[in-house]
């Protein structure tokens, strides 16, 4: 069914109907509840927090276990929080809050296998090129260096690889930011 489907079916029920239909899925529906309540009293600040832990959780657990690293946990709590549709700051905060726990995970616990490699150069990537479309690159830019600098001490051109990523990112950034009219 077309969103414009939806929106005619909307337009011809009655008010009462719709209220109806909205508290069935927010009983019926996990993320139909949480969306609607961070709609009616949004607390982004409380929700980051609460989707951080969720990924410092899969690195540096704070129950006794072992940690999971589990990326498909980490980016599916991205992309969940996102769906909330928070400020761009609060989706880099989070970006780069799981980078910092993946890129000091390999610091702390030394090499790890390559789809773990891959899966942190393809998100620090992603972090990067967020940051840089959001003109945050100067909020985030000494965060970012630090992962740099956690990658370093891995093998199998890890350290290599994200520090090209942080590099050619922070080209872009620089290319991109207002020029100084008084400079010439």
Do not use: H
Not at 66 to 85: G, I, N
Not at 152 to 176: P, R
């Amino acid at each position: 069914m077309s969103k414009s489907t939806v929106k005619k079916l909307l337009q011809s029920m009655p008010k009462e109907e719709i209220i109806a239909m909205v508290l069935e899925m927010y009983s019926a529906r996990k993320e139909a509840k949480e969306y609607l309540e961070f709609y009616a009293m949004p607390d982004e600040q409380g929700k980051l927090e609460e989707y951080k832990n969720i990924i410092r959780e899969e690195f540096y657990p704070q129950r006794r276990r072992e940690p999971q690293t589990r990326f498909s946990v980490c980016r599916k709590a991205v992309a969940d929080f996102k769906k909330l549709k928070p400020s761009a700051d609060a989706i880099a905060e989070l970006m780069v809050s799981y980078m910092e726990w993946a890129t000091k995970f390999t610091y702390d616990y030394g090499d790890m296998w390559e789809q773990y490699y891959n899966s942190v150069e393809i998100n620090f990537d992603q972090t990067i090129n967020f940051i840089i479309t959001n003109d945050l690159w100067a909020k985030y830019e000494t965060r970012l260096v630090k992962c740099v600098k956690w990658a370093s001490n891995s093998g199998y051109g890890f350290a290599d690889y994200i520090a090209e990523i942080y590099e050619i990112g922070k080209a872009k950034a620089q290319s991109l930011a207002p020029k100084d009219p008084t400079i010439t």
